[in-house]
């Protein structure tokens, strides 16, 4: 039978006796003498699974200890015993009746029990929360290597934009030794040019629910003059100061060949994207960069419809301006990374640069979310609902699909999502 402490004295007639407090208690409560229980409250009994009787039988604590922790509970227990600590509080992992595992929090210290040395103390279980927690840390875990080995550079900074962490692969786009990019600032990043700018661009996002995109000139820590399109997104955080999320990918390549593209007359002159030339030869080493590094990629294709309608009720004038506006929808639902072409008459093109294979999907929908707000803005003005068909292909690596084909293969695409439009109108028609 368990030790049973004895109540002291009092003329407090409605204070409960200490024993019955113990006894009750949501915390187990023991007596440790030499490795042996020599009392346990019936909490330390749920806690392993035990009865009293059983528990208080067991040989040694340490048979109640998982063999994980089997040295640091010695090594707690030597040292009060011992004398050299009073108090200690540590967390150990359990072994219950049944083999289960139970984590606890432990808080104990050095006592005298019969005039012996003894270590008494209280246990909490705390696996609820142990498992939470590792939960957490698994979490963080593989977040932590989606963003190491993410192509882009993801980073986060203060308000005043100094960097609180950085991915591998922005320590190597601008040039920092792993781990030194902590601490220092967003604008030494930045071409000495566009501090003003960048002071302004680093402001503006706070007021930015949406965030903010900017292609902005850098230089590395060696000197390389750089062009980077950086996008900015406030992020809060509970009890604690905003936080800035930041993804940046090097567009100077892609600068240099835009720039050779306009001296090739490889842009379209009414929309300002790259027309069929343009596209096919920036598509064309997009697709073997992909192939290349076994990336999937898909291609969008769409064309205006009711364009013939337009032109002929309201001219060629409002035609070209629906082409225009295409265009610019196309460039606010794309990144400006992306390659985006007018291949002639009323069809565009877009190649997303290492898109994710779910992201087919949402760009479409943010396509369609897009034209509804510029028809909502512009209906009126323009006399008409701008509308676009949409279809869609893959690349999968290790296919010889070519640009031609997947253009092609998009198309077919395009003329069955216009061929399941009609035939819901039809039907719609069909039931008035």
Sequence with gaps: MPHRFKTM????????????????????????QGDRLVYANPEMGRLFGYPIPELLAVPSIFGLVAETDLDIVREMLRRRLDGEVETVRYVMRGLRRDGSIVDLDVLSRRTAYHGRPAVSGTMVDITERRQRERDLEDREQRLRALLDNALDAVFTCDPRGRFTSMNRSGEELFGFPPGAAVGRTLLDTVAPEWHGQGRAFLGNVHGAPRGLTAEVPMVTQ?????????????????EASPEVLGIARDVTAQKRQEAALRSLTLIDHLTGLYNRRGFMLLAERHLKLAARKRHQVFLLFCDVDGLKRINDTLGHRAGDHALVDAGEIL????????????????????????????????????????????NAAHQQERGYDLSLSVGLARFEPGSASTVEGLLEE?????????RARQDAAGAARDET
């Design 9 to 32: 004295p009092s003329d407090r007639s409605a204070t409960p006796p200490f024993d019955e407090l113990v006894e009750h208690a949501l915390v187990g409560m023991y007596v440790v």
């Design 222 to 238: 060696q000197g390389s003059h750089l062009v980077v399109a950086v996008s900015l997104q406030v992020v809060a955080r509970e």
């Design 331 to 374: 460039r606010r639902t794309f990144r400006s990374a992306d390659i985006i072409a007018r291949l002639g008459g009323d069809e565009f093109t877009v190649f997303p640069l290492e898109a994710a294979d779910e992201s087919g999907a949402r760009l479409v929908a943010r396509l369609e979310e897009n034209l509804r707000a510029h």
């Design 410 to 418: 998009a198309d077919r695409g395009l003329y069955r999502t216009k």
